[in-house]
Nanobody, 124 residues
């Protein structure tokens, strides 16, 4: 089992920045892919960004150039730096992980391990 704990959400005005963190514990050696998923009220979950164990990163088109995913492999902490935030970025943000070597950002909503989520609210 892998446990994920997010932090760093909050409220910010449009154009501002936030950094989310996700601390992983448990059987982290088995994890192949980690990423961030968001869900706005009334909308489906959306894969935002993901990173593999070898550092390959992928972003949703909606956040490219504004968000940066990174990972501290020694401490097993996943980060999401969010810049130039827009009101449409408002959502609950979840950290997700999976040990399937075929995992990608396109399958992230089916991942096996999830955090409890952290709210991000961007006001105009």
């Amino acid at each position: 089992q892998v446990q994920l704990l997010e932090s760093g959400g909050g409220s910010v005005q449009a154009g501002g920045s936030l950094r989310l963190s996700c601390a992983a514990s448990g059987h982290t050696f088995s994890v192949y892919y980690m990423g961030w998923v968001r869900q706005a009220p009334g909308k489906e979950r959306e894969g935002v960004a993901g990173i593999t164990t070898d550092g390959s990163v992928t972003y949703a088109d909606s956040v490219k150039g504004r968000f940066t995913i990174s990972k501290d492999y020694a401490e097993n902490i996943l980060y999401l730096q969010m810049n130039s935030l827009k009101p449409e970025d408002t959502a609950m943000y979840y950290c997700a992980a999976d040990n399937d070597p075929a995992a990608t950002i396109r399958t992230i909503t089916d991942f096996g391990f999830w955090g409890q989520g952290t709210q991000v609210t961007v006001s105009s």
